[in-house]
């Protein structure tokens, strides 16, 4: 055992390199394989949830500005409504006291005709009066007192009428 | 010469230390100048004999390659199996061995030593089974050093180009260029000898336990000898080469 010879040298570096190589075919270059495929798995699950999570951030900024703008216009929605509403209001009231004054106009107009009216009965009435005592006097004698019961119920008479 | 070595250290031990019985003499004759061809071959003289270390390199060769085929059949991505999950944990704390003493520099070196340290490792391991350690053979301790030479030298002059590789020698002054063109040749050797050394050395303390007291005691010292001693052997080895590989890619 203590002769050296170069070609016992020559086999066991053979040897060393024939495990060597058997060491890369069979264990690291099947391990590392698995665990490249393992880690590109693992990176590219990694990516995906990256990319996801930003994906998922922006539609939420998205619906986030979505929401405000659906607020403000809400906000301006209902603002709007509320301006219509008043001067629908303002209008319908408006015109209602326009009905009512014309209303008021017209039956103010009504009465003064009516009043018209009713004078001019009571005048007609009072000159018919007037007529008829005229032409019972004419046909009656003329003395101071018939005058004087004639003048009393001419006045007697326009007064009931006019009550 | 050898043999007149041997008798004086065994009229040494028989004389002085009276262990004389042990034939110490024998055994170190045994085990280091026994004949320790396996296949002879007639052609060119015996030249191309093989030795019994390589016969046993082969077997343990085998025996890692089937082992190795055995925990990387059906590998997945997923739901793993027992042996792959042991397949992954082997390749994963052998190259974190290998990457610590190297760096990052060394990084491409790292599978190279963890051959080197399974092989080694499981050579010294043989002992174990009741067969001599290829270690044992200087053939096999000086091509694991020579390999580990060539490869540091390869390292640095990959790295720093085949100029500065030269250069460096004369590196920090140029007076101590000679001692380190010298340790060209006395780091593979003292890697060859210790490795070497400790091997025998261990399997010379364990025949010698046997021969003394044969029950118990081997079987408690074999756990040193034969599995501790054998698996730090290899661990001293690999770290001294990376030490240099590292030192070579700086």
Not at chain 2, 124 to 129: H, M, P, R
Not at chain 2, 165 to 185: D, I, Q
């Amino acid at each position: 055992m203590l002769s050296v010879t170069v070609m016992n040298i020559i086999y066991n570096v053979i040897n060393l390199l024939v495990l060597f190589i058997a060491f890369r075919l069979i264990l690291f270059k099947r391990v590392d394989s698995v665990m490249t495929k393992r880690r590109d798995e693992i990176d590219h699950a990694t990516d995906s949830a990256k990319k996801m999570e930003a994906e998922a951030e922006a539609l939420k900024e998205d619906y986030s500005k979505k929401l405000q703008e659906a607020d403000k216009e809400c906000e301006s929605i209902i603002s709007k409504s509320r301006q219509d509403g008043f001067d629908e209001y303002e209008k319908i009231v408006g015109e209602a006291k326009e009905k009512a004054d014309q209303i008021i106009t017209e039956a103010r107009h009504n009465a003064q005709i009516e009043a018209q009216r009713e004078k001019d009965a009571y005048i007609s009435e009072l000159t018919d009066l007037v007529v008829h005592a005229a032409n019972k006097i004419a046909v009656s004698k003329h003395d101071e007192e018939s005058d004087k019961e004639l003048y009393n119920k001419f006045i007697f008479e326009a007064i009931e009428k006019s009550n | 010469m050898m043999n007149r070595v041997f008798q004086t250290l065994n009229i040494f031990f028989e004389r002085v230390m009276g262990i004389g019985c042990m034939d110490i003499g024998g055994l170190l004759k045994e085990l280091l100048l026994e004949d320790k061809v396996a296949i002879h071959f007639d052609f060119m003289n015996g030249f191309f004999d093989i030795n019994r270390s390589i016969v046993i390199s082969w077997v343990i060769i085998l025996v890692l390659i089937l082992f190795m085929l055995f925990i990387t059949s059906n590998m997945k991505v997923h739901n793993i199996s027992k042996k792959q999950l042991i397949a992954e944990l082997i390749v994963e704390k052998l190259r974190g061995i290998t990457y610590g003493m190297l760096g990052e520099e060394g990084l491409r070196y790292r599978d190279y030593m963890v051959v080197v340290l399974v092989f080694i490792g499981a050579s010294n391991l043989v002992g174990l089974f009741g067969q001599t350690p290829p270690t044992m053979d200087l053939n096999v301790t000086a091509s694991l050093s020579l390999m580990s030479i060539i490869l540091v030298e390869a390292a640095g002059i990959r790295k720093k180009g085949m100029k500065k590789w030269v250069k460096s020698f004369a590196e920090p002054m140029a007076v101590v260029a000679p001692m380190n063109v010298l340790e060209l040749a006395i780091r593979p050797l003292s890697l060859c000898m210790r490795l070497f050394g400790n091997i025998i050395g261990a399997t010379v303390i364990m025949e010698l336990l046997k021969m003394a007291v044969p029950v118990f005691i081997p079987a408690a010292f074999s756990l040193y000898f034969d599995l501790f001693d054998g698996l730090i052997q290899a661990y001293v080895f690999v770290f001294l080469t990376s030490l240099y590989i590292k030192e070579a890619v700086e």
